[in-house]
């Protein structure tokens, strides 16, 4: 029997661009929720946002981030993902996860310009 | 074969080695030192190849691009630190851009320099949003090569060829004194920097990605890397040639882009100026354009954002909204009145800092079977992708006391 290859959360996960059900990209995985059951320790979410990724960040760039950007974050739930690759694959559209709310906003407001 | 992919090579390599801070650099390296600085040409084209070429095949590959393989390889703060940095860098060069296009205008036009930088700024931005990637390519890249009327002159200007080839060996000018070597380290430095520009990288492969390139573009990539980069050596070569062998004899400072079109009004005439300026303001215009889009594509990759010139604007919202904000903020940067070459000389100095972090994600990855399988690199390119890395890093390290001993440059 073959042995497993090893999961490296970091390298493998961690920091992973996020693509939903029509592999349109919808962030990245900015930190990893893990859950102790009695198995042992799983991962029970990923987090996406500005409050996932600045507590990784040195004190002060940490304050100046969250000033500027907020301590939103959204929670992809861990039985979301159907594949882990290069990219990390959805089942669900962004929209319905709460995801690349900025971008479609933003693309609302240039669709008023002709040929946007 | 699919010709048309050439020009991706051929504007990258345009934006990177003839933008204008590199095309009055080149030339003062020349003036002040002759031929003494002609190896760092092929020393840096051959660097910047070999990245690209890594980055071109990854994005054919996998259709990873260069932000991405950062973010993911050097970890989230590094990546932060890098990303900032290749903001910095690609605006300031933008901004130079476009005072660039600007100062050509006002040669041809005469209007106000500050009306001219918003008609730039309008023009570019009508460009992006209208004009198709493939169409950027093709326009910019091939206006550009009307610079090759520099090459024609430098051969014209008769140059001694043993001077030339003693040029290609590294060699600190004869009775140069303290102050002179360290202005030919700093040239050396800097003239390596400008060459092997980390946005060239980021441009390229995201340029791959948009061209939609696959496993079976891994030769194409190759054969555009080659000519294209070539192209832009042997420019940068002829600028050091124009440099040498006229105007270090009519002790000219080549500090504008109307002054270093000279040379070549000197020899060609008004049909040599003229092929001239309209090339720089292809390279300017295409440098420009190739920073604004990669400010844009390496906050997207960053970040995770949908991206490229293939979408419609409004399924790309914050990339669009990118670009457009780097133009902007450059053309306030240039409107501000500061000289574009001195902003330029100083970002090529920084870019240096930057390329290790570019770099060594690039050939983790280029070089990780497990991810590339049969394309990924083999002995030669894994060697040279090493050499380059400790090169740069060194070349990192050193360009910030020479830029601060030598007073930026001025010595």
């Not at chain 1, 996020?18 to 962030?27: I, S």
């Not at chain 2, 205008?105 to 931005?125: D, E, H, K, N, W």
């Amino acid at each position: 029997m073959t042995k497993p290859k090893p999961f490296d959360l970091v390298r493998d996960l961690l920091d992973h661009e996020l693509v939903d059900v029509d592999h349109v990209p919808c962030g990245r995985v900015d930190d990893i929720e893990l859950e102790l059951t009695p198995q042992g320790l799983s991962i029970s979410a990923l987090l996406v946002g500005p409050g996932a990724w600045s507590p990784r960040l040195p004190a002060l760039a940490r304050m100046i981030a969250r000033a500027m950007f907020g301590r939103e974050r959204v929670r992809v739930p861990i039985d979301e993902v159907i594949d882990i690759g290069d990219v990390v694959q959805l089942r669900s559209r962004a929209t319905q996860m709460g995801l690349g709310i900025l971008d479609r906003r933003v693309g609302r407001w240039l669709s008023r310009i002709p040929h946007a | 074969m699919k010709f048309g992919e050439i020009f991706l090579g051929v504007l990258t390599a345009m934006g990177g080695f003839v933008e204008i801070g590199e095309l009055t650099f080149t030339l003062n390296a020349g003036q002040q030192f002759d031929w003494a600085l002609l190896w760092v040409v092929p020393l840096g084209t051959v660097g910047i190849m070999v990245y690209c070429e890594m980055a071109g095949r990854v994005a054919a590959v996998r259709g990873r691009p260069v932000f991405a393989l950062v973010r993911e390889r050097t970890g989230f703060n590094s990546a932060l630190l890098t990303l900032l940095a290749s903001l910095a860098v690609n605006l300031l060069t933008c901004a130079a851009e476009i005072g660039g296009v600007a100062l050509l205008l006002q040669l041809l036009l005469g209007s106000p320099y500050r009306l001219l930088i918003l008609v730039t700024f309008a023009m570019l931005v009508l460009v992006v949003w209208f004009v198709s990637f493939k169409w950027i390519e093709r326009i910019f890249g091939l206006g550009g090569l009307l610079l090759i009327v520099f090459l024609v002159a430098a051969v014209y200007f008769g140059p001694d060829w043993t001077h030339v080839a003693q040029g290609l060996l590294p060699h600190v000018p004869r009775d140069a004194g303290a102050r002179e070597t360290l202005l030919y380290f700093f040239y050396a430095v800097a003239l390596l920097s400008s060459i092997m520009l980390p946005y060239e990288t980021y441009f390229y492969a995201s340029g791959g990605i948009e061209d939609e390139w696959k496993p079976a573009d891994v030769g194409l990539n190759r054969f555009v890397v080659l000519v294209g980069f070539a192209l832009g050596g042997l420019l940068s070569a002829s600028l050091v040639g124009v440099g040498t062998e006229y105007f270090a004899p009519n002790e000219i400072q080549p500090q504008s882009p109307g002054a270093a079109a000279l040379g070549i009004a000197h020899v060609f005439g008004p049909i040599g100026l003229l092929l001239a300026l309209g090339g720089m303001f292809f390279a300017f215009g295409g440098a420009a354009i190739e920073t604004a889009l990669s400010s844009a594509y390496n906050l997207a990759q960053f970040a995770g954002w949908p991206w490229g010139k293939h979408l419609r604007r409004r399924h790309a919202g914050r990339f669009t909204l990118s670009w457009l904000a780097t133009f902007a903020l450059a053309a306030v940067v240039a409107l501000s009145g500061v000289n574009p070459i001195s902003i330029v000389e100083y970002s090529i100095v920084f870019s240096v800092v930057i390329l290790p972090f570019t770099y060594f994600p690039v050939l983790a990855v280029a070089s990780d079977r497990t991810i590339m399988g049969k394309h990924a690199n083999g002995p030669l390119a894994n060697a040279l992708g090493w050499f380059y890395l400790v090169l740069i890093t060194g070349a990192g390290i050193a360009a910030l006391p020479l830029l601060f001993l030598t007073h930026g440059g001025r010595g």
